[in-house]
């Protein structure tokens, strides 16, 4: 009896042995299989930096999409907060003059201004950001429901908070707004999200470029390559193109975009004022690290992104930095 009870006792050993060994070797496996998978899985993306689909630029993350409409009548400069934008749309007005529809969304100053009226043009341009918060001071009669209903986070100057007059100027070009109290009021604002912009290294070619200028009837606008800067400096109507923070108004990236320029359906002080279309095809000109580029673009609908090109078909890419788009009637 002796010798049985023995020999159950070292059979139940020897499994017990058997099964921790196996579960040692399984759990090496699994453990092995796993730790070869998960940094092959995960390391890409640790190691892949965010970059801005604006600019370019490395992002800690992609934050909501404030556009603001600012006025740039000798009187409203120099601006403040544009230094900042991703992109700089210049559009024209009435009387042969232009504003800006500045976009921010990687940096955001703590003021924006002048802000001033929205025209019907800014509403198509801002439909391929999804739904972003649109700051302006008005719009006019007719116009102004219509700018509210769009697809926007409404941020008008005349129902939200964070908007105050700024001394040392005279109305209407003394409005300013408080980016923080405007992203508190834009909740369910889009996402920064790819509209049609690449970056990279300059292509093959282009026109060295020292300068070049484009005016509107009673604006102009000359960017001055800085090889020191490594971007753009800006002169509007033959001055330098100042900033309340300090800086020169500048860009890593110019585009002089030709497209159908035509009248809106809005009075504005008794007159049509020019719309400038952003669907459609035409003609580019890219300014980048002090060449001019020939470039086509295309947007072929209001709800995506505007793609640019080199006369091969390929992408025209942007130098990283901010961007200005100047919209221009086609020659």
Do not use: C
């Not at 005016?215 to 002169?235: C, D, H, Q």
């Amino acid at each position: 009896m002796l010798a049985r009870w023995l020999n159950q006792k070292a059979l139940v050993a020897v499994a017990a042995i058997v099964i921790a060994t196996a579960g040692t070797i399984l759990g090496l496996v699994l453990t092995g299989n796993s730790g070869a998978s998960t940094p092959a899985r995960h390391a890409p993306a640790a190691g892949r930096q965010l970059l801005s689909p604006f600019t370019g630029e490395p992002v800690r993350s992609l934050g909501p999409v404030l556009a603001v409409k600012i006025d740039n009548i000798v009187y409203a400069r120099p601006q403040t907060g544009l230094t900042s934008a991703d992109i700089v749309y210049v559009l024209p007005v009435e009387g042969g003059l232009s504003r800006f529809l500045a976009v921010f969304s990687s940096h955001l100053p703590p003021v924006i201004g002048p802000v001033r009226s929205a025209r019907e043009d800014d509403l198509e341009l801002l439909r391929q950001f999804g739904r972003p918060a649109f700051a302006f001071s008005g719009a006019q009669p007719q116009l102004l429901p219509v700018v509210e209903h769009s697809r926007i986070i409404d941020l008008y100057s005349g129902l939200v908070s964070g908007y105050y007059r700024g001394p040392g100027r005279i109305a209407p070009y003394n409005l300013f707004a408080r980016t923080a109290a405007l992203l508190a009021e834009a909740k369910g604002a889009s996402r920064a999200h790819s509209i049609g912009f690449t970056f990279g290294p300059a292509p093959a070619g282009g026109r060295v470029t020292p300068s070049m200028t484009v005016s509107y009837s009673s604006a102009s606008f000359t960017f001055r390559w800085s090889a020191p800067a490594g971007r753009w400096l800006v002169w509007m109507d033959g001055r330098r193109a100042a900033s309340t923070e300090g800086p020169q108004l500048s860009a890593a990236t110019v585009v002089i975009q030709y497209t159908t320029v035509r009248t809106s359906r809005f009075l504005e002080q008794g007159r049509r004022p020019p719309y400038a279309e952003t669907t459609g095809s035409g003609t580019a000109v890219v300014l980048r690290n002090g060449r001019a580029f020939q470039a086509r673009w295309s947007r072929p609908s209001a709800d995506g992104g505007t793609a640019f090109t080199t006369g091969s078909g390929q992408p025209m890419p942007f130098a990283p930095g901010q961007v200005w788009i100047v919209l221009m009637a086609r020659p």
